[in-house]
């Protein structure tokens, strides 16, 4: 055994990069909401930056360790302890048997992430382990984590050779500000965005929306004046992904994350740019959310800075754990 | 070399995918140009390819942007230089691909336990229960796409005369449940939230997630459906328990 969940979270799922391949038949990526983030969290760990990861909404669970392990914590600051004591997020931890680990308020954002060196062992489906609810597969028995679950590592965690002490909070942190000066979300056009009224383009971009409480992995609703098309043509379905802002009939509109389903007939306004899917993740109800066009060349550009900022991060990462393991 | 007759769209689905799009429309032709095209990706990938997604008259590419970028000279983008390369592939009619060309008859009981919504055409359709079951199975229908849910497929064209709108809220819906929506037909594999009208249940599993063959139809498949008693279709569900 290794963890042990002592108090059940709100929806609390073994994640990794996701299911892909099968999408033609039916079947959704789904895998973390925040894959930057959950990388991060592997990094700190010494793990494959896609190892699974547990993925935690607020009120998340609680955990009892019953062997030591070197965990990680990334993403949505939900106020961490450990045997009672606050500790800090984006760390290597050291614990130890018997030590629990709890979250105790939703400080920021709106996914937390924790990882642990050896990888956590789950059932996997089309090289996957991430969870799949609607077709309870994949994760953990392909649901929710409740109480009682027994967590165990695919391997044995390096944790395991490290005399037994406390927990302890190693001394290096990761710094997870990639280099992007925008502060809204970024998209491209989507294949109706041309059939919008000039008063509904003007809309989009010039206002903010918020986000209502009818949001989840598979989509954020968003309460934005409703928007309207010159056009009653329906739009016959085809495939979405993970960003891609759909009208919905009231005018009001949907952005699709990793839950979504394959395909949607609903016209597709503009899409989230990949390098500001982890931001959009991290988006909570009542956040507001202002979007603003970029083109093809800026996407890839961003998009590649972030996977290369991922790259020193972890050769940084892994060179510490190396001379601390080393140092004994 | 023969053109091929069909005109190609190409749009942007974010900056990880594009779509070919061959038109607005539900059309077999079109759909069979899908997929034999889906078939040819599969068979030779496109460069950084994840994945490809046919759908009623389009196909999706999704794609890895550090993939395709390694491989640019000139400084134009990922989207741009698969764009391309989708384009040079296109111009090439499909080698006829070996489709397996495959009926599927599907057991369906339209009794009322399991058609809640069947009395709902009846009025607004001046038309009978017999005569609803009687055109559904009268056709063979086309799986057009796969989606919404693992396994399911969406399936036409339902004839006008049973045609219905959707549920304007969707409901708790059986697996199994077979509906109709617009002139689309189609099963769910699973118990789900669905806004089609449900006019019967098959007792057959449409997604078993533990076999090779996961779901029991594919795209391309021609589907034929057939009415059973209640007997029946606890038979049938009783005899797959006991294999």
Known sequence: MSLTVIKQGLQDTLQDAGRWGHQAEGINPTGAMDQYTMKVANILVGNDPVETVIEMHFPASAFLFTQPALIALAGADFAASINGEPVPYLHPIMVGKNDVLQFHKPLSGARSYLAINGGIAASEWLGSSSTNLKASIGGFAGRNLRKEDELLTCQPSIAMYMPQHEYRVLPWKADIRWPDEHTGILVLPGREWEQLTQESKENFTMTSFLITRQSDRMGYRLNNIPLHRLTNEEVVSSAVSFGTIQLLPDGRLIILTADHQTTGGYPRVAHVISAHHSKLAQYQPGDKVQFQFTNHAKAEELFLKQRQYLQQLQNACTLRLKEFLHAG | ?243
């Open chain 2, 1 to 243: 070399m023969a053109l091929t007759p069909f005109i190609y769209e190409f749009f942007a689905l974010g900056d990880a995918a594009i779509t070919i799009d061959l038109g607005n429309r539900i059309d077999k032709p079109l759909n069979e140009e899908i997929i034999s095209r889906y078939y040819q990706f599969k068979q030779e990938p496109l460069t950084g390819m994840i994945e490809a997604v046919p759908a009623y008259s389009s196909l999706t590419i999704y794609y890895d942007i550090a993939a395709v970028r390694k491989k640019i000279q000139d400084g134009s983008t990922a989207f741009e230089y698969l764009r391309k390369e989708i384009e040079r592939k296109l111009l090439r009619p499909v080698q006829t691909t070996n489709i397996e060309k495959r009926v599927v008859d599907i057991p369906v009981c339209y009794e009322s336990e399991f058609a809640p919504d069947i009395d709902k055409l009846v009025i607004p359709k001046k038309i009978s229960r017999e005569e609803i079951i009687r055109i559904h199975t009268f056709s063979s229908y086309r799986v057009y796409m796969m989606g919404f849910l693992p396994g399911f497929a969406y399936m036409g064209v339902v004839d006008e005369s049973i045609s219905a709108p959707r549920k304007t809220q969707p409901v708790r819906t059986a697996a199994g449940s077979v509906g109709i929506a617009g002139n689309q037909t189609g099963i769910y594999p699973l118990d789900s939230p669905g806004g089609w009208q449900i006019i019967g249940r098959t007792p057959l599993e449409l997604f078993d997630p533990g076999k090779q063959e996961f779901s029991l139809l594919r795209t391309g498949d021609e589907v034929k459906f057939y009415a059973i008693s209640k007997d029946e279709f606890y038979q049938l569900k009783k005899n797959k328990y006991r294999r």
